[in-house]
């Protein structure tokens, strides 16, 4: 079992930048990667980025590339989501999860998943 625990989500205004975080706990060696996703009402879960625990290798969707950043401190294991130059558009609960597959947009292939953090971008 992996306990998830996200933080670090708010209200900000367009162009403004934020940090979310993911706490794992558990059997965390017994996932491969770790991903981000985003859900607005009404809509799919959609894919943000992924991230290697072992090598750090990063993915994005291409709507975030060259505005976010997904980082990870083994140490602490917990996983980071910067956020630059947010726009309305971003606005979603942010979720957390891991999958014991490398890089994975599919979020069929996560296994554990955290509660979510609001992130809200007003224009």
């Known amino acids: 079992q992996v306990h998830l625990v996200e933080s670090g989500g708010g209200l900000v205004q367009a162009g403004d930048s934020l940090r979310l975080s993911c706490a794992a706990s558990g059997r965390t060696f017994s996932s491969v990667s770790m991903g981000w996703f985003r859900q607005t009402p009404g809509k799919e879960r959609e894919f943000v980025a992924a991230?290697?625990?072992?090598?750090?290798?990063?993915a994005y969707t291409d709507s975030v590339k060259g505005r976010f950043t997904i980082s990870r401190d083994r140490a602490k294991n917990t996983v980071y989501l910067q956020m630059n130059s947010l726009k309305p558009a971003d606005t979603a609960v942010y979720s957390c999860?891991?999958?014991?597959?490398?890089?994975?947009?599919?979020?069929?292939?996560?296994?554990?998943w955290g509660q979510g953090t609001q992130v809200t971008v007003s224009s």
């Open positions: 991230i290697t625990w072992s090598s750090g290798i990063a």
């Open positions: 999860a891991a999958s014991v597959l490398p890089l994975s947009a599919q979020y069929s292939n996560y296994v554990y």
